[in-house]
C-alpha cells in the first residue's frame, strides 16, 4: 500500500504541473511515472491494469469521436486505408494527457489504506463529522447493492415479473428500489443512536504527530519529480 | 453534538449512498438509469440546506472513489441540482406525480447546462457511454462540440433525471412525517 502522504505529494505535482503547463509530453510523462512509481511501490502490476481500466473508457471515445466523427477537423490522413482526421487525433490526445496526470494520481489513491488514510485526516485536523460521513456512505453504497439484489429476487419470487422486455423492467424498477431507499432512511435513527452510544463524532483530536515517513518519503516526492524528467528529456531527445 | 445534528449527518450520509449505489440497483434490472439524484431530492424533503449541500458535495467525492474517479469534477452538478430540488420542494412541485415528473425534467435541464461545460473542456465531449454517443451523432450532423455536448446531456439527463424524480415521490410520499423538513 501507499502512504497517504505519498499519493498527497503526486496530487500536488501533478496539479501544479497540469496547471503550470500546457506540453502534452510532461504530462504523458508525468503520468507514466507515477504509475511506474506506484506499481514500484505496491509491487504489484495490477496498478497498471486499474490504471488502463480507468483510462480506456474516456481515451477510445476521444480518439473515436474527434478522431474520425467531428467534422471540425479535416479528413487528412489514411491508416491502413481508413480516413482519419489528425488534428483531431492531436486534440483527444491533448484533452487525454490532463486526464491522464489525474487518473495516475487517482490510481495512485487506489492503492492508499483506507483506514491509514482515514487516521491521516483525523491527525491532520480534518472534521471527525466528515470523515465519518464519507466512510458511512462508501460502506452503505455496498449494502444497498446487497439490498437490491436481496429485493429483487423476493419481489421476483412474489410475482413480479422483472423482464424480460424494458417495459417490465422499468415497471419493477420502483418496487426494487423504493424498499432499498425506505429501509434505509428508517434505519436512520438506529444508526444514529447507535453511533452516539459508542462515542463516535464526539471523538477530539487524539493524535501526538503526524505519521510522517521523512527521508524515505521525501525521496519518493525527490524520483516523483526526477523520473518525469527523464522520460520527457529522453522523448524529446 | 446534539443527537439531532448527528441525525441529520446520518441522513447525509444515506442520501450520499443512494445517489451513488442506486444506479447499481437499477442495472440488476438491466436499466441504463444512473439514479444519481435521488438522494439528492429526498435529501432536501429531510435535511436542512448546509447538511444537503454538504451531501451533495461529498456524493461527487464517494462517486469518484467508489465507480470513477472523473465524477470529482462533476461536484458543481451535484450541488445545482441539490438547489434546484430545494427550490421546486419549496414549490409543492412534489406533490403529485405529473409534478414531480415535470420537476426531474427541470432537474434534469439544470443539471445539463452545470456539467456541459466540464463535459466540454475537461472530457473533451466524452461523458457517460449513451451521452458521448449522442454527443458523436450530433458532431456528425455538423453541431458544434459545445451545442452537440449540451443537446446530448439535455435529453439523457431528462430522461434521467424525470424517472428520478418520479422514483423520489414515491419515497417521500413513504416518508415518516416527523422527517421531513
Known sequence: MIPPVRALGWTALGGTIVMCSSDRLVHFSLAVSIVALTVASTKSLKTIKTFVTISLPLLVPLILIHGLVNPQFEMNARMWSVPYRQEGITFALSVYSNLAVFLAIATGWANVNRDEFFDWMVACRVPVFLVGLVGQSIAMVILIEKRGRAVLKAQTARGIPTGPNWRHRLRALPSVILPVVTSLINEADQRSTALWSRGFLEYEFAAKDLPFGGFREIGWVAASIILPAAIDFSLRA | ?181
Request: aromatic residues 8%; hydrophobic residues 60%.
Open chain 2, 1 to 181: 453534538m446534539q443527537p439531532q445534528i448527528q441525525k441529520h449527518l446520518v441522513v447525509s450520509a444515506i442520501c450520499i449512498a443512494l445517489n451513488v449505489g442506486l444506479g447499481k440497483v437499477s442495472n440488476l434490472l438491466g436499466l441504463p438509469f444512473t439514479m444519481d439524484t435521488i438522494g439528492t431530492i429526498l435529501g432536501a424533503a429531510i435535511l436542512p440546506w448546509q447538511f444537503l449541500l454538504l451531501a451533495a458535495g461529498l456524493s461527487s467525492v464517494v462517486a469518484s472513489v467508489v465507480i470513477q474517479p472523473a465524477f470529482m469534477f462533476y461536484i458543481g452538478t451535484q450541488i445545482a441540482i441539490a438547489l434546484a430540488a430545494v427550490g421546486l420542494l419549496s414549490a409543492g412541485m412534489f406533490k403529485s406525480l405529473p409534478k414531480a415528473a415535470i420537476a426531474g425534467f427541470l432537474i434534469g435541464i439544470c443539471s445539463a447546462i452545470v456539467s456541459a461545460p466540464v463535459t466540454a473542456i475537461v472530457f473533451g465531449g466524452v461523458a457517460v457511454p449513451s451521452i458521448s454517443a449522442l454527443n458523436a451523432v450530433f458532431l456528425a450532423s455538423g453541431h458544434s462540440l459545445w451545442t452537440s455536448v449540451l443537446s446530448g446531456s439535455m435529453i439523457v439527463e431528462s430522461i434521467d433525471k424525470i424517472v428520478a424524480g418520479v422514483i423520489a415521490w414515491y419515497a417521500i410520499r413513504r416518508l415518516p412525517s416527523d422527517m421531513r423538513a
